[in-house]
Structure formats: C-alpha cells, structure tokens
C-alpha cells in the first residue's frame, strides 16, 4: 500500500521535473505571442541558458549564479531577437532560425572550449541536490499532494510562474495592454498605448522565461550539460503553448501531458504486463506533435492565436 | 461659439493635391457634414483634423484656439473624438476592456474591472447607448459594435466627434438609432462632424452640408437652403470632357447570365443582396454605383475569389457551380483587374512574364510544361508596340513601370486571351487622360468583335460614354436601367446616391 | 554623372542584381573577421587557423588534397540537397523547416529498400532507381503534408513543418530502426542491416569514397534552376512567391491553381531533401545506424539563405560549408575545436540576418534618393493629373 503511494507520488514529481523545462518555454512563447510576437528561438535560447547555467554554477560553484548567467543570456538573445522583429519590424521566423542555427554551433564550440569536451560537462552543484530541494516533509506520505514534498526551486518558479503569468495577463492593466497588442496594435496605438514597448517587454520577458527552462533542463534533476540539450524541448513546449491556446495554464496541461507521455512510457517499460511494452518508444515520444498537429487541424476555431500574432508592427502615416 | 475652425488647410503628397485650401468652420452643438466622391478629399482632410496627418499649410483652431496636432494622442487631449469607417475595436475582448483601454480604472497594477464596469453603465446611461457591458465585441451586431466605438471617445470627453462614413455598415434599423444617438449628443451640446456620401441621410440628420470635389470645397449650405439633387449636382460636376465615339453594333445572345446573385464581403456582410442581369454579345452593360454598394462583391463572385451565398452565374450557356479563376477563364471570360498592383500583376516579373500569364500554359509559349522563351519574347514584343508600352523593353520590371504603363499591359494580356465576356473592373483607375482614351477604344474595339462587356465603375462619365445599358447599383441591387439616351448624369447620380424615382421628381 | 549613378543604382532591369553577389560575400568576409577576432583572442594563430581549415578543406588546391576534394564534395551533396529543398520552397513563398525529417524519411526509405530481401540482387543501376524513386516519393508525402495542411487549413507551414521533423526523428530511430527494421541480434550489426552491395552508390574516385552523389545533386541542381525559370510550374511558383504579402491574389486571378501549387512545391521540396538522406546511406553509412548525427536539414536553411535561395547560390555556398566541415578536423592542428567551423556557418547566417536589414535600409535610402533625382515617383501618373504639382520626395510632414 505505501509502495504504491509514493510510487504514485514518484511519478507525478517526475512529471512535473520533466515538465519544467518545457513548461517554462511554453510560458515564454504564451507571454512574447500574446503581444504578437513569434518567437521559435525558444529552443535555441534554452540550449544557450542550458550551457550558461552550468557554466555559472561551475566557476562559482553556486547554482544560483548559473541561474542568473542563464537569465543573462536569456535577456541578450531576447533583446537581439527584439531588435529585429520590434524595432525593424523584421521577419520574426528569420530572426528565430537564425538565433537557433547559431545557437546549435557557439554552443557546441564552447563546450568544447570551456570543458574540453564533445559529451557532457562535468556535473556541477545544481538544483536538484538534497541541499537544494525544498522540502515540505510533513504531506509526504499524502497521495498526491506528496509529490510536492520535495521538488527542486526551478519546479516551484515555473509553477508559480504558471499562476503569476495568468494573473498579470488577465487581471491587470499591463496584461490588458499587452494583450490588446497581439489582437490589433494599431487600435491600442489610438488609445495611447505604447506598442513598441509592450512588444520588447514581452520578447524580452519571454526569453528570461526560456532560458530558465534552460537552466531547469541542465541544473534541475540534470546536473550538467549535454550536447544534445535542449533535444527538441523548446520545440515540445512551442506545442504546448499551441496546444494550450496560447494560455499560462492551457499550456501548463498541455506540458503536463506531454511530460505524462513519456513517464507513462517509462513506467509501462518497466512494468510487467505485456502489451504496453510494445508500444514503442518512438510512439510516446512523437505523440506531443500529433497532438498539436491534430488541435491545430481540427480545432481551428479554438486554437486561434492572438490576430496580430507574428505581424510586423509598423506605424501609420 | 466656434468649436472648430479651419483656415487654408492644404496637404499634398508627391502626386496629389488631396486638399486644395480649404477653410469653414463649425459651430458647437451643430452637425456639419462634408460629402463628396471617393477620392474628392474627405478622408485626408479627416485625418488631419485627427491628428492623423499634419497638414502641408494652414491652421486649425478648436475652440477658439490654434492648435498643431501631432498624433491622435494630441487630438484626443484637445476633446476631439473619431469613430472610424473601419473599427478600431478588438473583437476578443468584451466591451468594457475596449472602451477602457488605455486609461483603465486601476487598484494599483491591477485592473479594476467591476468599477470599469459600473463607469461604463453610468456612461451608457447618461448618453442613451445601451450596451452590454460584460459581452465580447465579436458577438456584438455592427451597430452595437459602432456604439462602443461612440462611448469610446466619449469617455475620454470628446466634445468634438467625428463620424466617417458611419452609415456603410448599417442596417436601415441600425441607421435610425445613430440618428437618434446623434441627436441626443448634440442636445448635450455635442459638436458633430458627419463624412459621408449618402445624400438621403445627410440630409435627415445635418445642420449644415459641405461639399468637396476633387480636394477643393466647393460651398457650404444649410440644410434648408438646399436639396439632395443641388448636392449631387455640387458633389458630381465633371472639367474634362473625354468624346467617347457612340458605336452600334448589333447584340448577340446572352453570353452571360446572372440571376439572383447575393455575396458577402470578407468580413461576413452581405454586400450584394440578389441581382439579375445578362450581358449580351457586342454590348456593353456598365454598372453605376459609388465604391462599397456592392461592386466589389460581384467581381469576385464573377473571377471566383469568393463563393456566393445564393444565386447563379451561367457563363456561355453552363452554370458555373465552384468557379475558380481557372475554370472561368478557360469558359471564356477575360478580366481586367480594378487592383492592377495587387490583383493584376505579379510587380517583381518583367513585363515579358507578366504578359503571358495567365496563358503561359498554352502553345507557344509553352510545350509540356517547358516554356518557350522566343515565342515569349516575340509575343511580347509584339503587344508592346501594338499597345505603345513604354519604355520599349520586354525586360523590364513591371513594377518600375507607370501606371497607364501597367495597364496597358494588363489590357493587353487579356485581350490577346481567347475570349467572348470581358469584365472590366474600374479599368481606369488611376489613369490619365491619354491612358483612359487607349482602354476606351480597346474596349469599343472588343464590342464590336462581339464580345460581351461588363464595365464596372466609380467615374459615370465612363459609364455613360461607353455602355449600352446602364444599371445602377445601390446598397446591392439594382435599383435602375436606364440606356444613355434616356438618362443623364444627374439622374444616374441621383439613383447612385438612393434617391428614388419619387423622390425625384418632388425636387 | 547623375545619368551613371542612376543607371548602377536603379536599373529597370534586374533590381539591384549585384546586392544578390555583394550580400553574401561580404557576410562571409564579416564572419571570417570576426573568427579571427575570436581566435585571436583565445591567444592562437588566426592566420594558421584559416591556413588550416582552408587548406584542408578540399576547396583548394594543396597537400592531400585528392581526399579533402572527395570528402568536401560528399559533405557538399548532402548540404545542397537540403539547401536546395529550401530554396524551392520559398521560392513558392513558403518557409520550409522540414528538410531535416525529410532527410531523415529519405534515409531510412532508401536503407530499407536497399537491404529488402526481394530487391537485394538486382543489377546496381535497377536497384538505385528503385530506391531514389522510393526515396523521393516519400520525402514528397512527407513535404506535401505541410503543404496540404497550409493550403486547405491554413496552418503555417513553420510549425507543421516542425511538428513533422519531430515526427518522423522519433518514430524512425525510437521506433523503426530499433523495432521492424532492427537488423538480426545474431548479425551483431546494431541498427538496420547493412544494405546489399547493389544499392551502394558506386565511386568514382579511386583511393577516395566519392560516389556519384555529387553528380547526381549537380543534375538536381540544374533542374531545379530548369524548373524555376524555363517551366510553366516553376513560373507559377516563383509569381506565388513574389506575390506572397498580396495574397497571391495576381497568379490567383490569372488562373493559377495556387492550392494545388502549394501542395505540389512542399512535395518537390520534400524529394529534394530527401535524396540528400539517401546519399548518406548509400555513400558513406550504409545502413541506417541507431544513433543518427543529424543537422543537414538546418543546414540546408543556412545553405539556402548564403546562396540567395537560387540554386546556383545554393550550390557554391553548399560547397562553402562542405568545405568548411572538411576542413574543421584540421583545425585541429592550431588547437582549436573542430567545432568551430561551424560557428562561422552562424556567424554567417547572423550576418546574412542582418545584411537582410542592410540591404533593406539600402534600398529605401537608395528610392528616396531616386525621388529627389528625377522628383517623381515610379508606378506612374495620377489621373488628377490636371492638379499634380511635383514635390520634392515623400510625403509632406
């Protein structure tokens, strides 16, 4: 009976390890599109924020300082990716690529050159240590809530954030704002809104959330970084934000399952009934892409982005 | 007291003279409508009082100041409202959020949404607009939608209101209660600016009427002192007369036919609500109308941009059900674009390329796919000779080209394409007078090969000069036919602008 | 004077044709530049690494140089296939992503019907038929889905083109190369089996692996450029292209089936990057392994924009970057990672991104300037020409 309790609490703590990452990158992509501007260097800037993290917390020794190289690196390559989708009105998806090939060779590069290998980097103190969790032991043994009992910072930030995000969208005046610039810039323009500012604070905000994807992904269960980082996850957690309609908790359900997928997979591998085994991995792993395919076929009524999602914004007259 | 004055205000821009010297001015708590045809300046002048445009000289004076305005930001502070022909509203959000937008009721960062609320129920009450507050602005009909536009610049205290064009969208219902709207904003003591070129309600609803044509004012009246016809006459007069040559020739079947044809515009509204017509071989039937009663409908209804709601289309004797461009071409049907940059030309091609598209599948320009450059070259030198294209070079980009140029490379593409129904949308849009007198005798040359032309158009001389049989086309139907022997401009004018027969013969 | 200065800087003809030569090269002399800056500033030799990573890289004549050659010609033809997938592509007007699955689909296509059983001893030139056939039929249905999904539902084909590459990396290396196409745990051979002799692309080289993939992408290359200008289909293509932010709505009312277009480019796009995964197969692995290095599909999109999206473009710059591969164990020798060489790739890319900014500043100092010279504007006369009074450039203030 016990055994099955913290099984059950095992598992979803996993989930929500392995949804972090993606999570946070869904985040960024809900808050930068809700003011219409595309970004898919999500998943460049986590492999950035991935190596800078563990580079941080290297040379201090302190994981929180890699956190914050992380954020750095994050607030660059989101300040680049603003400079030319907002200011010069530049193509947003040129921009991205660009950040994403970019960010596949300097990496590579620097791995190599700062701890003289192709793999892995050696492990570095990080967030999921025994010293760094936070621990809640008193609801251990409760089914469910136990899960929460002893997760890393990173899992708690990118829960709250969930909530957070939410809350400033949709309660506040600059969530208003920001979301009145992804519908129609040129109407919040008449009413004084500054469009140009709304739109580097949201690229810019976005890419800090990316990149502590980064960092949750190499510092968070991880603790170092490998070269295959972030293997798709800024892509998994651009579904998501799809997936979630383009909402902070749509997209944390949608990380949620698509996390789920491959935890379910793990534990039906290990499991002794038969035929879930031979559902093959690959399965599992393609699933989050179907889905996110299927939503955005069958659903186009629902899964509309914001109507200004991705327009260069240009003055009139 | 005046609210707003105007002194000389001209504005150019590189190629056009879109306000010539204009000055009036309005008195608070009066209507002042300004009419005039597409193009006559109404629009630019608009935007300037708004803040939009700053005029090239001249000064603006509201209320009894002068001012300079900068952006719609400084128009707005100085008590100047716009509610614009197209809506600037965001159909996710509800009512409140839109109207509020910009200068929210706050506790802090957070946006106070239930005392936002309230204001706007205090705001609708106190002007007479209900609204529902909490609904999305999608949900809403056009009319309620215009309303929320109104409490928008109302909140933020405008005593000057600008309305453009604000009729276009609405329902004869929906027209009423604007008026009333506009009524009750002016017994509060409301100063209103009304831009539009339905005559009927111009005159329902003014103090007084200013009438633009081609950038200049060409006077003010009162109300009282005047008529819809005195209007149309001020609004329509024509300088330049252009002698199109009266040709007969003898009418052949039906080529096509139309019957009951109703289409929506991309925005979901039923612009062209039921209309019958045929076009015969060797005719040209021309169709009146002011620019937004339908046209545009009916030409993609035709080319098959867009399916109709109802009705149908017989081309050649076979109903056209699903037409594409494709299918209706290769029924005959040949089309000169009323967007020649956008619609009828691919800008970055040279000329050589754009003059065989549409044919480019064809012998010889092509065999098996594979295109053949010297029949090209040929073809196209050929046509740019025949139809005086200049410069004199196939290579050329057609977007380096002028105009009438680009026109005339249109006409020529189409015409060279087999084909016996011509639709010829605004064919002179943007023309000069040397360039519109070239497509007037290809389009007379066309009749008299007996083809069918449908001639659509903004400019009623062009309509009155080259068509057989005139149909005007008003709020998408037809409202009258009438031959050029038994009308005149003003009476077509008359029609174009809703004026009924009745109503007519009164003045 | 001013006669001279028109006639280089507004040209009727070919707009600017030489900012197409001048854009890339000076990004890759920028990149270079900065390289070195970065070289330097680890405290090496920038000028014997460039010796190095360009002597070795095949592209010029030197010591070994038959090897480097085949071996950046190898590279090269997988690069070029990429960049040329994404070349036709936005030559339609569409920003392909999906060159990498694509790749990926025409790898495992071309190792499975190069090891089946009942093709496994026709003669070599039946046997590769089949395969590439295969191999592009598959990559097409791969491609045309964006295709098909931008043309009847209007999704962008960025995303689905993504979802797709993600798609097809999982479900054939966690799926097929480790379950149905696994090869025997008795052979020992981990991945598929290793295809018959038949279906190995036959070298021309002697003492080199060069095979004929590189003739083959030269032949695809040439057809692609035929296409593009001397077809009907590829005039199509290229008037959706340019027509793009109008809709389409010129070659739409000219007749022009742009659905079906749409569809038809994502299929030919697809093909294209898929011969490039058969040729990896059948030149160099062999077999479809179960760990696949993958990145020719990104590749190919900054192949495609170094070479101006036109194939003879793609095709040198495709030969650049192959070089530069070639040439990045050589680096080596300097001390410095062999990675590098592909930070110069980005480096490039980010400038090439960049030089799309320059070049669009450029443009419009250069119309503005055009204004005041002949104090008109192109695109013609208005018909209120009877009131036209020239002014002095752009619109009044």
Redesign the interface.
């Known amino acids: 009976m016990n055994n099955n309790m913290s099984l059950l609490n095992l598992s979803i703590a996993q989930i929500l390890d392995f949804a972090a990452p993606i999570l946070f990158a869904a985040l960024g992509g809900v808050v930068s599109e809700n003011a219409g501007v595309v970004n898919?260097a999500l998943e460049g800037i986590m492999r950035f924020s991935a190596f800078f993290g563990v580079w941080g917390a290297f040379v201090s020794k302190n994981p929180w300082i890699g956190l914050l190289w992380g954020i750095g690196v994050g607030i660059i390559l989101g300040a680049l990716h603003g400079y030319?989708s907002v200011k010069?009105a530049?193509?947003q998806?040129?921009?991205g690529?660009?950040i994403?090939?970019?960010?596949?060779?300097?990496i590579?590069?620097l791995?190599?050159?700062v701890f003289k290998t192709?793999g892995y980097s050696p492990p570095v103190p990080y967030f999921g240590s025994g010293a760094n969790r936070i621990h809640i032991p008193f609801i251990a043994k409760i089914p469910i809530l136990g899960a929460f009992s002893n997760l890393t910072v990173l899992v708690w930030f990118s829960l709250i954030g969930v909530f957070l995000i939410h809350f400033v969208l949709y309660?506040?005046?600059?969530?208003?704002?920001i979301?009145?610039v992804g519908?129609?810039p040129?109407?919040?323009e008449?009413?004084?809104?500054n469009v140009f500012k709304i739109k580097w604070l949201a690229t810019i905000s976005g890419s800090i959330l990316a990149a502590l994807g980064g960092v949750a992904l190499s510092l968070g269960t991880l603790s170092s970084f490998t070269n295959a980082m972030p293997m798709?996850k800024g892509?998994?957690g651009?579904?998501a934000m799809?997936f979630g309609k383009w909402t902070p908790i749509g997209a944390l359900f949608a990380s949620l399952i698509f996390a789920s997928a491959q935890i379910v997979q793990m534990l039906l591998q290990s499991s002794a009934s038969g035929i879930a085994k031979q559902i093959?991995?690959?399965?599992y792993?393609?699933l989050p892409?179907?889905l996110?395919?299927g939503a955005?076929?069958g659903v186009?009524g629902r899964a509309i982005p914001p109507?200004a999602d991705?327009i260069p914004y240009k003055k009139?007259? | 007291m005046k609210a707003l004055e105007l002194k000389n205000i001209t504005k150019q821009f590189p190629r056009v003279l879109a306000n010539d010297n204009i000055s009036f001015s309005v008195e608070k708590g009066e209507i002042f409508s300004i009419v005039g045809e597409n193009g006559a300046g109404k629009s630019t002048l608009m935007?300037i009082v708004y803040g939009?445009?700053t005029p090239t000289s001249g000064e603006i004076y509201v209320f009894g100041k002068k001012v300079e305005m900068k952006s719609?930001?400084d128009a707005?502070k100085l008590k100047i409202g716009m509610v614009h022909q197209e809506f600037?509203?965001?159909?996710?959000?509800t009512v409140t959020?839109n109207i509020v937008?910009?200068?929210?009721p706050?506790k802090g960062?957070?946006?106070d949404?239930k005392r936002a609320v309230n204001e706007i129920k205090e705001l609708s009450e106190k002007y007479g607009l209900k609204v529902d507050p909490r609904e999305k602005v999608a949900n809403l009909p056009v009319g309620i939608q215009q309303r929320v536009e109104i409490l928008?610049i109302l909140r933020r205290g405008a005593e000057i209101l600008i309305f453009d064009e604000p009729t276009a969208v609405l329902t004869p219902e929906e027209t009423e209660d604007l008026f009333k709207t506009l009524r009750a904003l002016k017994e509060s003591g409301k100063t209103i600016l009304f831009i539009s070129h339905k005559l009927k309600e111009v005159m329902e609803i003014s103090d007084r009427i200013a009438v633009l044509r081609r950038g200049k004012l060409q006077g003010i009246v009162k109300k009282e002192d005047t008529n819809e016809r005195e209007l149309a006459r001020m609004m329509v007069g024509r300088d330049v007369v252009l002698e199109i040559p009266r040709v007969e020739v003898k009418r052949g079947p039906a080529i096509l036919s139309v019957r009951d044809l109703a289409v929506k515009d991309h925005r979901g509204i039923l612009k062209l609500k039921g209309v019958s017509f045929d076009v015969h071989a060797g005719e040209v039937v021309g169709i009146a109308g002011v620019e937004g009663n339908g046209q545009a409908e009916l030409v993609n209804a035709l080319i098959g941009f867009t399916r109709p709601v109802k009705g149908t289309i017989t081309l050649n004797g076979q109903e056209m059900k699903m037409i594409t461009p494709y299918n209706v071409r290769n029924k005959g049907m040949a089309y000169i674009p009323e967007d020649r940059k956008r619609r009828g030309l691919v800008l970055p091609f040279k000329i050589r390329e754009n003059i065989i598209m549409g044919q480019h599948t064809l012998y010889p320009f092509s065999k098996n796919g594979i295109l053949n450059d010297k029949a090209i070259d040929d073809f196209s030198t050929k046509k740019l000779d025949e139809f005086d294209i200049r410069p004199r070079d196939i290579y050329v980009r057609a977007g380096n080209l002028s105009g009438g140029n680009q026109q005339k490379v249109i006409v020529a593409r189409e015409m060279s394409m087999k084909h016996n129904f011509l639709l010829a949308s605004q064919p002179t849009r943007g023309l000069d007078i040397g360039a519109m007198e070239f497509v007037y005798n290809h389009i007379i040359e066309e009749k008299k090969k007996g083809v069918a032309i449908l001639l659509i158009s903004l400019e009623l001389s062009e309509v009155m000069g080259l068509s057989d049989r005139i149909l005007v086309l008003y709020e998408g139907k037809i409202v009258g036919e009438r031959t050029p022997d038994q009308t005149t401009e003003e009476e077509l004018g008359m029609m174009m602008l809703g004026i009924t027969e009745k109503e007519r013969s009164l003045q | 004077m001013k006669e001279v200065f028109k006639r280089i800087f507004f040209p009727k003809r070919e707009k600017l044709w030489w900012m197409n030569i001048l854009v890339p090269i000076t990004s890759i002399i920028l990149a270079l530049i900065v390289g070195a800056i970065f070289i330097k500033s680890?405290g090496r030799s920038p000028v014997l690494a460039y010796k190095l990573l360009f002597g070795s890289s095949g592209l010029f004549p030197g010591p070994y140089w038959k090897n480097h050659f085949a071996e950046m010609l190898l590279a090269s033809s997988m690069f070029i296939s990429t960049g040329l997938a994404f070349a036709v592509a936005a030559k339609g007007g569409l920003?392909s992503?999906g060159a990498e699955g694509q790749f990926l689909v025409g790898g495992i296509v071309a190792a499975y019907f190069g090891y089946a059983k009942p093709f496994a001893n026709l003669p070599t030139a039946v046997h590769l038929t089949i395969i590439f056939i295969a191999v592009m039929i598959a990559g097409g249905l791969w491609g045309a889905i964006a295709g098909w999904?931008k043309a009847k539902?209007g999704?962008?084909e960025?995303?689905?083109t993504?979802?797709?590459n993600?798609?097809a990396?999982?479900?054939?290396?966690?799926?097929?190369v480790?379950?149905p196409m696994k090869a025997n745990v008795s052979t020992g051979v981990s991945g598929t089996p290793y295809i018959s002799e038949t279906a190995k692309l036959p070298k021309i080289l002697p003492g080199t692996r060069l095979n004929i993939s590189i003739i083959i992408i030269v032949v695809v290359a040439y057809l692609v450029w035929f296409l593009l200008y001397r077809t009907t289909l590829g005039f199509e293509i290229r008037a959706m292209g340019h027509t793009l932010i109008y809709g389409m709505e010129a070659p739409k009312a000219a007749g022009v089936p742009v659905e079906k277009r749409v569809v038809q480019t994502m299929f030919i796009s697809g093909a294209i990057a898929a011969l490039g995964g058969a040729f990896i197969i059948l030149g160099i692995l062999f077999q479809f392994p179960p760990v696949f290095e993958g990145?020719y599909g990104?590749d190919g999109?900054?192949v495609s924009?170094i070479g101006q999206n036109e194939p003879l473009g793609v095709f040198l710059a495709g030969m650049l970057i192959g070089g530069l591969r070639t040439g990045a164990t050589s680096v080596q020798l300097a001390h410095i990672?062999?990675?590098?060489p592909?930070?110069?790739?980005?480096?490039i890319?980010?400038f090439i991104?960049?030089q799309?900014?320059v070049r669009?500043l450029l443009t419009k100092f250069l119309v503005h300037k055009k204004n005041v010279i002949s104090g008109q504007n192109p695109g013609g006369s208005d018909k209120n020409s009877i009131n036209v009074k020239l002014s002095d450039g752009g619109?009044a203030k």
Do not use: C
Not at chain 1, 280 to 283: A, H, I, T
Not at chain 2, 101 to 104: F, K, N, Q, T
Not at chain 3, 169 to 176: A, H
Not at chain 3, 337 to 340: A, G, Y
């Open positions: 898919i030319i010069w530049g193509d998806i040129v921009s690529v660009a994403n090939v970019m960010a596949m060779g300097i590579t590069y791995l190599e050159f192709t309660h506040t005046v600059l969530g208003l704002r979301r009145s519908e129609n040129h109407a919040a008449t009413l004084g809104v798709g892509f998994i651009l579904a799809i093959p991995l690959g399965f792993l393609s892409y179907f996110t395919i955005l076929i186009v109507a991705g009139e007259g | 935007k939009l445009y719609p930001q707005i600037m509203l965001i159909p996710r959000f959020e937008l910009g200068d929210e706050r960062p957070i946006f949404f928008k | 680890t920003f992503i999904l539902r999704i962008h960025v995303i689905t993504i979802m797709l993600w798609i990396i999982y479900l054939i290396e966690d799926w097929l480790i379950g990145g990104f999109i900054a924009l990672p062999k990675t590098f592909s930070i110069i790739e980005g480096l890319v980010a991104a960049l799309e900014l669009y619109a």
